[in-house]
């Protein structure tokens, strides 16, 4: 007997490891890839794009907000993986009701994503897969905090634009600011994702502007708004304004260790950015 606590405190029993798996989270899917679990993958979302070969066999149930959830129950999934932002609740629930067994994920920090790894190895009984790539986020995470600033470096991290968005300190992509060496400069917001002027960006002094390629697409041009603020914020005077791989950013699992690897490095000024 399996038994894993998901991240809505419920107890999910399977008799087995899961061999027929239906992964509602793009990040996910590629965990279970990367653990060795694919082949036991039946069915993914549109947006399950990684690791790209392999997945371009595995049935689609459409996508992460509006997949069929007749295509799943037809499936005859032993596990279906959700999680509580990316998918909506109404759908799991349904999937439930059908009696399929559900595995909520909801992974808001470093330690939430090792669990998720953790939980994953355990449902499909990878676990030995599972060593060596936790090992390798936690190297990561240390060498990151061996170059960590003091202080830390203070970091705006615009998540969207019209209207400009940021993440507030009850995110992921904040935990991994934070363990990289930096402080999110709207850490103390009490929306998980607040909105923000430029103006109010300039107020809290950031001295480092990281622009992630998902989920907007920030690109060069948008660099010249940030500039626009004038040398009174560090960011700008320092010509410290980054456009950084998104995925690495909001995608929990085997490229977390990359993500600390990467951001820890531009945090710490150790080198210069070709994104």
């Known amino acids: 007997m399996i038994e894993r606590i998901d991240d809505l405190a419920r107890t999910l029993r399977l008799e087995q490891p899961a061999r027929r798996i239906v992964c509602l989270v793009p990040s996910i899917t590629e965990t279970l890839f990367a653990l060795g679990a694919g082949e036991f993958i039946a069915g993914i979302t549109d947006y399950c794009i990684h690791p790209e ?31 509580a932002e990316e998918n909506r609740r109404h759908q799991v629930e349904k999937l439930e009701e059908a009696g399929l067994k559900v595995f909520v994920t909801f992974p808001k920090s470093i ?24 090992a390798s986020i936690e190297t990561a995470r240390c060498e990151a905090r061996m170059h960590a600033p003091d202080p830390p470096c203070r970091v705006l991290c615009p998540i969207w634009k019209d209207p400009w968005m ?5 995110t992921f992509v904040d935990s991994v600011i934070r363990d990289s060496g930096g402080r999110n400069v709207f850490e103390d917001s009490t929306d998980r994702y607040p909105r923000f002027t430029l103006g109010e960006a300039a107020a809290r002094h950031p001295d480092l502007i990281i622009l992630p390629t998902e989920p907007y697409h920030f690109t060069e041009a948008d660099k ?45 000024n150790r080198e210069i950015d070709h994104a």
């Open 224 to 268: 010249a708004e940030f500039f626009e603020l004038g040398d009174r914020v560090q960011a700008v005077r320092g010509g410290r304004i980054h456009i950084v791989e998104g995925e690495l950013l909001s995608w929990y699992g085997p490229r977390l260790g990359r993500a600390l690897s990467r951001l820890s490095a531009i945090i710490s």
């Open 53 to 83: 070969g392999e997945v371009r066999t595995k049935p689609k149930i459409g996508g992460t907000k509006n997949f069929y959830v007749d295509k799943v129950i037809q499936l005859k999934p032993d596990l279906v993986v959700a999680n």
């Open 166 to 170: 940021t993440i507030s300190h009850d």
């Open 111 to 134: 330690e939430g994503c090792l669990k998720m790894i953790a939980d994953m190895a355990a449902l499909t009984g990878t676990d030995s897969a599972s060593r060596p790539l936790l």
